[in-house]
């Protein structure tokens, strides 16, 4: 706590009655004042000790640590590589898959014993066994067709990219697409773009289920395959770990 060392418009000072000053009936009020005094003090301790315990037990988290996750593909050269966090996981209700992956980050909230999911990564290699154009004229109508609105084939690019968002992410979230842009990345220098979702729960299922998801879907176009990966997070997860999850969209290497 700092200290004010400014002495102009100090508070007046008010100084205790000595010991001797006070009557015996004086001295059991200052005594019974100076308890309810501490008890009042020892219950807002008590208070704030409890709001504090329960904000650590929150869907906050922050993240620090990262390793390798590779989704291999079904065929030679069409899997990806990519960064993540090292609490989110595999989930466990889905079969490992060579070519469609989803993890998840659950938490336990202790203090009522609640399993909530607070982050999701989903990644898919979408093999084309003709492989894919990656021409100028090709990647240039890909691009057109992601980021005009009146561009043919825009609908179909936006339903697919909701359509994998949603499996991801959980259904209770009614998901909105923002717009998409071009990205480069350090293992990306062309052909990929990055698409911001937001997501409300408006019926959660309990007073702990966070109502809202924030997100990034990537798309990127090898040489084998179309590469996805969705990343979300609830509540403040996603502006609070804003550097981690760049680092995770840098970290992506595809055609692997």
Not at 54 to 75: Q, V
């Amino acid at each position: 706590m700092e200290v004010n060392t400014n002495t102009t418009n100090q508070p007046t000072v008010i100084n205790n009655p000595k010991p001797s000053e006070l009557s015996s009936t004086s001295k059991r009020s200052a005594v019974l004042t100076a308890a309810v005094i501490a008890l009042i003090v020892l219950a807002l301790g008590l208070i704030g000790w409890a709001l504090v315990r329960n904000s650590k037990n929150s869907s906050e988290f922050t993240y620090s640590s990262l390793n390798s996750y590779t989704l291999p593909g079904f065929y030679k050269k069409a899997g990806m590589s990519f960064e993540k966090p090292v609490q989110v996981l595999a989930a466990n209700e889905l079969p490992d898959s060579k070519d469609y992956m989803v993890l998840v980050h659950d938490k336990t909230l202790t203090t009522n014993n609640k399993i909530i999911t607070i982050s999701y990564m989903g990644a898919y290699s979408a093999y084309n066994t003709m492989g894919t154009q990656r021409d100028q004229a090709t990647i240039t109508a890909i691009n057109n067709a992601l980021t005009v609105s009146t561009s043919p084939g825009y609908q179909e690019y936006r339903t697919s990219l909701s359509q994998f968002a949603s499996r991801v992410i959980n259904t209770r979230y009614k998901l909105t697409l923002g717009a998409t842009h071009a990205i480069t990345t350090p293992n990306i220098k062309s052909a990929a773009w990055a698409t911001d979702f937001t997501g409300v729960d408006n019926s959660p299922i309990s007073k702990y289920t966070p109502t809202k998801v924030q997100g990034e879907e990537i798309l990127a176009v090898g040489k084998n395959a179309y590469y996805y990966l969705v990343i979300g997070s609830v509540g403040n997860n996603w502006n609070n770990n804003q550097s981690v999850w760049q680092q995770v969209v840098n970290s992506i290497k595809i055609d692997q």
